[in-house]
């Protein structure tokens, strides 16, 4: 029998209590060699919500498993008519001040490496170079049966040949709020009739998003990847991860096991938060430009 797989955490007591001053994290950036292990909470600002912060999307549903992407048609339906209305939301965001700070630390040569566990793009859209997108991207699209991967832009103009009265009679649903995974929330009578495309090298098989769905291994060359990164890091700069899933955790738990420190910033506790060597609570998009400020007038 199949889990769920872990979507929430209860924080337990006694954890390194939270600060808001960042001359910690000031003085490990500067000395350099610092991984970035980024969550959801970093694009927030750019209109992408978390999963699990106060305005998180958990709090209005439950993002759609692996088993149930591939178990049922009608699930696949369900997917992509909403992820339809949503790519077009995901494609208008842009890099926001947290973003450009990551870019600026590494060209600066203090981050060695970026593992993004966010889908979106928007940190390699703010001109980082080595960066490891941990959950896939949705700018990619792979068959299932032939294994071909394709852009989505290109699978977007399919589905919209496909569908071609979808996204007017779905007008109305266009402020609700896209979800991290990319898609927006759709009655049922919205995506009844919406057509799913197979894919066009082999004809009939099932495409997927080229993403990490809950309930889904990450590739296993992607964690090896990760971990060599980790492994070389002089410090693990947490960055807007609540830590939930053990595919990002696992990599906190590495560093720490490994005497590297461990430096959270987020709003609100971590599930990795027992093995932090500092923690800051504070906006990124505050945080982070205070700290380029901070470490580049140090140089000076």
């Keep these: 029998m199949r889990t769920r797989p872990t979507l929430t955490w209860e924080p337990s007591g006694g954890l390194l209590p939270a600060s808001t001053d960042l001359t910690a994290v000031v003085e490990a950036v500067r000395a350099g060699g610092v991984v970035v292990l980024s969550g959801a909470g970093l694009s927030t600002e750019s209109g992408i919500p978390d999963y699990r912060g106060e305005h998180g999307s958990l709090r209005r549903h439950t993002p759609m498993t ?9 699930a696949r339906q369900r997917y992509w008519a909403r ?53 896939g991207t949705l700018s990619r699209v792979v068959c299932l049966a032939c294994g071909r991967g394709s852009a989505r832009s290109e699978l977007d103009q399919r589905l919209r040949e496909a569908n071609p009265g979808f996204e007017a009679a779905a007008e109305r649903y266009r402020a609700a709020r896209v979800n991290p995974d990319g898609d927006v ?7 009844r009739e919406f057509r799913v495309v197979a894919c066009s090298a082999c004809g009939n098989g099932v495409l997927k998003p080229d993403v990490v769905f809950f309930g889904e291994n990450v590739p296993p060359e992607r964690v090896a990847a990760c971990r060599h990164l980790v ?20 990599f906190v738990r590495q560093a720490s096991q490994s005497g590297t420190p461990v430096l959270i910033v987020n709003q ?4 990795g938060d027992r093995w932090a060597t500092q923690r800051v609570e504070l906006p990124l998009g505050q945080a982070l430009p205070a700290l380029v400020a901070r470490v580049c007038s140090a140089g000076r």
């Design 83 to 135: 992820s339809q209305l949503g790519w077009r939301a995901m494609t208008r965001a842009r890099p926001n001040a947290g973003h450009r700070a990551v870019t600026t630390l590494a060209e600066a040569g203090l981050v060695t490496g970026v593992i993004t566990q966010n889908v979106d793009g928007l940190q390699q859209s703010a001109g980082a170079r080595d960066v490891i997108d941990l959950h």
């Design 268 to 271: 609100g506790p971590t599930r």
């Design 185 to 191: 929330e759709l009655p049922d009578e919205a995506v």
């Design 66 to 74: 692996y088993q149930e992407f591939v178990g049922a048609e009608q």
């Design 231 to 250: 492994e070389e890091a002089a410090v693990l700069l947490v960055l807007g991860s609540s830590l939930t899933v053990m595919s990002g955790l696992r």
